[in-house]
């Protein structure tokens, strides 16, 4: 194993870059959430259909996986503080861009920008951590990256709501301007080059220009289908579009990753080395990973539409019962610090935390339209402490063996797969909540008939009620009619949220065996597990 190299930027307190470092980090991935409680606001104030309105989302989310899987390249290149300062410089000011926007074709335009540049906030922060503290406290480092990384999209749906609900939907991107000003001053005095990024990026200077636009193109092609196919898919009716829009889009998904490895496995320098898949942790890290965030988004995109839809909660309601679970995130990172930084090993924090992931999910999984708000509070903070136990271990047991000349490529490849996990996981939630709804719906149509005696009692009582209240025979009889295909639609709407958390679950608990096919993974002192 190489040496590991000496800490950047001895001088500093490193505690201090790290505060200046993960703060665009956290706007960054705060920014994949936030807009989400905002769309119908957003389409409104500018004259667009609230269904249109998705490709503000969209947009982003393929902006951004494109743009991570290249950052690699982009940071050797321009150098890496270089390219973090200018990430953070065109984020804030495409922030500002889609506050201002008057139209959707602006405000679609503008999130891309954002999402090109908040793409290398990411894995440029991440490598700035490691390279900041010592081998020993590296794992403390990841555990730093954590806390903006998870709790970005914990509270993104409230700071949001918040936002619209207080000012306007504007505000949710004028928020970045101040904090991206803040945080590129402060990284301007604070981040520093260490001396073999600086002779990497001198040595590839010296050398022709020799970037794979073949590849940027394929790539590029890919990501954007995949991206379109998770958003519209559920829309469109996946395999079932008449249009035949989802089968070209797989179509086009399928040749464009299959051209883009081969071309990838068969150059010298490709623009990700897909090598690193060879290394047995890194390859299981990242299946993990992907299937994690999977889980979490699937959850945190159907509990608060359930509390919206079903318990009357605002936007803003709804993201403060998810609050809390920031604070059980925090508290694993910190305790999984300690255990790292003593050399405990990564895979049975991992292990741990993925059945932990499970356990929340199967709790919620068997909540009911009678609960409190405490009874929502308490399982989700268990599912936010659960991922807190997996972030840093796999981050550790991911890097741990990559060479450092496959590291750009192992962090981007990383970083990429974590997002798109969120992406796949919100589709997964939509999905699954529309299809099982409407199969509830079926089920429960079995049982409603005149012969059935509680029906006939309920329809009874209803119709009474109403009578009593209207004075019109008709009127209340379709009134009944309407109160029992409302508590029908209650109902089925309510078990097909539960079937979500009950499939995260389930998905969650088979990772566990994965667990055990990677190797020991200790983060000891003098070994280098960062990555650039």
């Not at 700071?159 to 301007?177: H, K, M, Q």
């Not at 940027?216 to 379109?228: F, Q, V, Y």
């Not at 309601?317 to 925090?330: E, F």
Request: with cysteine; glycine share 8%.
């Amino acid at each position: 194993m190489a040496q590991p190299a000496a800490p950047a930027n001895a001088a500093i307190n490193p505690w201090i870059i790290a505060a200046a470092v993960v703060v665009p980090t956290f706007m960054e991935v705060l920014d994949t959430t936030i807009a989400n409680v905002a769309l119908r606001y957003i389409a409104g104030g500018i004259s667009a259909a609230e269904i249109d309105a998705e490709w503000v989302i969209t947009s982003y989310l393929a902006a951004n996986a494109f743009v991570l899987t290249i950052s690699g390249w982009l940071s050797a290149r321009l150098g890496r503080r270089n390219y973090f300062l200018l990430s953070i410089a065109i984020f804030t000011i495409a922030s500002g861009l889609c506050g201002i926007a008057t139209s959707l074709s602006q405000i679609i335009a503008c999130r891309i920008l954002q999402g090109l540049a908040g793409g290398g906030l990411q894995p440029s922060s991440q490598a700035i951590l490691i390279d900041t503290f010592p081998p020993e406290k590296q794992g403390t480092a990841m555990s730093v990256f954590g806390v903006a990384a998870l709790i970005g999209p914990i509270v993104g749906p409230t700071l949001g709501g918040w936002l619209v609900d207080t000012y306007s939907w504007r505000w949710i991107f004028y928020v970045n301007l101040p904090v991206g000003a803040l945080a590129f001053a402060a990284s301007y005095f604070l981040v520093r080059d260490p001396e073999y990024l600086k002779e990497q990026r001198a040595k590839l200077r010296s050398e022709p220009l020799n970037l794979d636009y073949i590849g940027i193109g394929l790539l590029a092609l890919a990501i954007s289908s995949w991206e379109i196919l998770l958003s519209k898919g559920q829309e469109w009716d996946w395999f079932g579009d008449p249009f035949g829009r989802i089968q070209t889009l797989t179509l086009v998904l399928t040749v464009g990753a299959a051209l883009f490895v081969y071309r990838s496995l068969r150059r010298e320098n490709p623009l990700i080395n897909l090598r690193v898949l060879g290394e047995r942790n890194f390859t299981m890290s990242a299946i993990i990973i992907f299937s994690a965030f999977s889980v979490l988004y699937a959850a945190s995109i159907a509990l608060p539409a359930m509390l919206q839809t079903l318990f009357g909660y605002d936007a803003l309601h709804a993201g403060l019962v998810l609050s809390p679970g920031g604070i059980s995130s925090i508290s694993m990172l910190v305790i999984v610090s300690a255990l790292l930084g003593r050399g405990f090993d990564a895979r049975w924090l991992i292990a741990t935390g993925l059945v932990v992931l499970a356990i929340s999910n199967y709790w919620m999984a068997y909540m009911n339209l009678e609960i409190s708000p405490w009874q929502v509070i308490a399982p989700r903070m268990v599912l936010t402490g659960g991922l807190g136990l997996i972030f840093a271990p796999i981050n550790v047991a991911a890097y741990l063996y990559i060479p450092r000349e496959l590291r750009g490529s192992a962090i981007a490849l990383f970083s990429l797969l974590r997002n798109e996990g969120g992406s796949v996981g919100t589709s997964m939630s939509q999905t699954i909540q529309e299809r099982r709804e409407q199969f509830h719906l079926a089920r429960l149509n079995e049982l409603l008939d005149p012969l059935n005696p509680y029906v006939s009692e309920y329809f009874a009582q209803a119709k009474a009620l109403f009578l009593k209240q209207s004075g019109d025979p008709i009127g209340a009889h379709q009134m009944a009619l309407q109160s029992l295909d409302d508590l029908r639609q209650q109902q089925a709407s309510s078990l097909a949220y539960f079937d979500v958390f009950w499939l995260a679950a389930v998905l969650a608990i088979c990772l566990v065996p994965l667990v055990l096919l990677m190797k020991r993974s200790v983060a000891e002192k003098g070994a280098h597990v960062g990555a650039e």
